[in-house]
């Protein structure tokens, strides 16, 4: 499934409102705000069913589940949220340590009419569903994590310079912790950090185009985005300090994982829980569910049921 969003050389791709984005999407999905204590989050839903939250990352949006938000609302209910501080979401100044971004989620989900909840979560969407799963069991009914876990003591050992031969140098975890620069040198330029990102960790370059790099351009583009998405990678030391208190998780657990976190997802997932299950993403190397979104989509929702 594909999405074309007609650009214009002089503004960019035009129908880049989340409303119209979502209209945009086969069947009926709609934009909707819910004004929460201490945050306003933006959210995609469409479909029946069971309600299935998906929790996107860095430098993304909601946008990212586009090509599988079709076929999970033929049996769910999907609701695809901009996380504090992303998209249409509010950005207040505090509170972006995992554990209370996982709070508005359950404070969304508890808004909504939902006591229980199945959660998807990519990158930072991960980490806070991996926090959600910890800190209110009595909520969720499954987890799928997708290419990224919460992060703990091993990621102070990341190096800053890796050698060549170990794999992607993950620069930005250590630019987005520092403060006030990152807003100066690329706001009104993100589309070059977006453009970076992807040219040289797509498998399938096509699977996000012009027309999507100019909607995550846009969600990231100003100061405000910068310094609130940042804060994302400035609260992993409490993050960290966090997940030293979390024991196993009592429901379900679906990774679904490309080739470069698949021996992690395999050694990590089975100390979780009880039940575990790790597909597997070949052509892929961390965009998932837009480099292989029927295989996602499948894996999804064979796990959920």
Avoid: C
């Amino acid at each position: 499934m594909s999405v074309d969003l007609e650009l214009d050389g002089s503004a960019g791709p035009r129908g880049l409102t989340d409303e119209e984005l979502a209209r945009s999407l086969p069947g009926e999905f709609h934009s909707r705000h819910a004004e929460l204590d201490g945050v306003r989050l933006h959210y995609v839903e469409g479909g029946s069913g069971a309600p299935l939250f998906l929790l996107p990352g860095w430098p993304q949006t909601w946008w990212e589940f586009r090509k599988i938000m079709p076929a999970l609302a033929e049996r769910y209910r999907v609701i695809a949220v901009d996380l504090r501080g992303m998209g249409g979401s509010g950005r207040p100044d505090s509170g972006y340590d995992k554990k209370t971004m996982a709070g508005d989620i359950l404070a969304l989900a508890r808004q909504l009419g939902y006591d229980r909840v199945n959660l998807v979560g990519h990158d930072i969407g991960a980490m806070v569903a991996y926090s959600f799963t910890a800190n209110h069991p009595e909520a969720i009914n499954r987890l799928a994590l997708l290419d990224v876990v919460h992060p703990d003591e091993s990621r102070y050992d990341m190096p800053l310079l890796p050698r060549p031969d170990r794999g992607f140098n993950m620069w930005w975890w250590a630019f987005n912790q520092v403060p006030e620069l990152p807003e100066k040198l690329i706001a009104g330029r993100m589309e070059h950090v977006i453009d970076w990102l992807f040219d040289n960790s797509l498998v399938d370059p096509a699977s996000i185009g012009p027309a999507d790099r100019a909607v995550y351009a846009r969600a990231y583009d100003s100061p405000e985005a910068i310094r609130a998405t940042n804060r994302w990678y400035q609260a992993f030391h409490q993050d960290i300090e966090d997940i030293q208190s979390y024991g196993k998780f009592g429901v379900p657990l679906l990774g679904i994982a490309s080739p470069v976190s698949h021996d992690q997802f395999q050694r990590l997932l089975p100390t979780l829980a009880p039940d575990v299950r790790v597909v597997k993403v070949d052509r892929a190397l961390h965009w998932i569910p837009e480099e292989q979104p029927e295989l996602v989509a499948r894996a999804l929702t064979e796990f959920f049921g």
